[in-house]
């Protein structure tokens, strides 16, 4: 079985910066692209950025030029630095992984439990 973990987000500022770490532990052969998602309450989850294995980015227009995604395919293990923050970013972050066993053909993709990220004064 393949676990994510994740750790990082608390209470911050309006204007201050966090960062979110998730890590994959299990089996894996390999692990694709990598995401995080936010869900706001009364709100629908949406993405916040995610990343290819070989290091292509895509964000949400909300977060673009304060939130940085990045990766250590060594480590199996998908960052968020969230910078600027701003109350509308108040959300439970998930990391999401497609992810290929060992063994196995095809790849699943798993989520992280979420982690809560605060923006307030």
């Known amino acids: 079985q393949v676990q994510l973990v994740e750790s990082g987000g608390g209470l911050v500022q309006p204007g201050g910066s966090l960062g979110l770490s998730c890590a994959a532990f299990g089996s894996i052969a390999v692990t694709h692209g990598m995401g995080w998602y936010r869900q706001a309450p009364g709100k629908q989850r949406e993405l916040v950025a995610d990343i290819t294995r070989g290091g292509s980015t895509n964000y949400a227009d909300s977060v673009k030029g304060r939130f940085t995604i990045s990766r250590d395919n060594a480590k199996n293990t998908v960052f968020l630095q969230m910078n600027s923050l701003q109350p509308e970013d108040t959300a439970v972050y998930y990391c999401?992984?497609?992810?290929?066993?060992?063994?196995?053909?095809?790849?699943?993709?798993?989520w992280g439990q979420g982690t809560q990220v605060t923006v307030s004064s």
């Open positions: 999401n992984a497609d992810i290929l066993q060992t063994g196995r053909i095809l790849s699943v993709r798993y």
